[in-house]
């Protein structure tokens, strides 16, 4: 049983910068990956990165080189660092964790970039 607490989103201007905290809780050594995921309205969700337990990254081709995932295993928390945000970042954003049993989900967090 694994539980997930995001933080960190709100509203910033095109080519500001925010970052996403997600805290996990319960069963952590049984996680595999950890990832962020975007929503936004009328579109599919879609992966935005990814950070497995042996420390390797993937990026979306739309976030690729402004956004970062990092964790810190002291804290049990990973984070996504998002620069030179743009309108079209403007989505909910979700943190997953994937293991052995599926994925659980935080609650998702608003990111809103203004022009």
């Known amino acids: 049983q694994v539980q997930l607490v995001e933080s960190g989103g709100g509203l910033v201007q095109a080519g500001g910068s925010l970052r996403l905290s997600c805290a996990a809780s319960?069963?952590?050594?049984?996680?595999?990956?950890m990832n962020w995921y975007r929503q936004a309205p009328g579109k599919q969700r879609e992966l935005v990165a990814e950070?497995?337990?042996?420390?390797?990254?993937n990026y979306a081709d739309s976030v690729k080189g402004r956004f970062t995932i990092s964790r810190d295993n002291a804290k049990n928390t990973v984070y996504l660092q998002m620069n030179s945000l743009k309108p079209e970042d403007t989505a909910v954003y979700y943190c997953?964790?994937?293991?052995?049993?599926?994925?659980?989900w935080g609650q998702g967090t608003q990111v809103t970039v203004s022009s």
């Open positions: 997953a964790a994937a293991d052995v049993g599926g994925r659980t």
């Open positions: 950070i497995t337990s042996g420390g390797s990254t």
């Open positions: 319960g069963c952590i050594f049984s996680i595999n990956a």
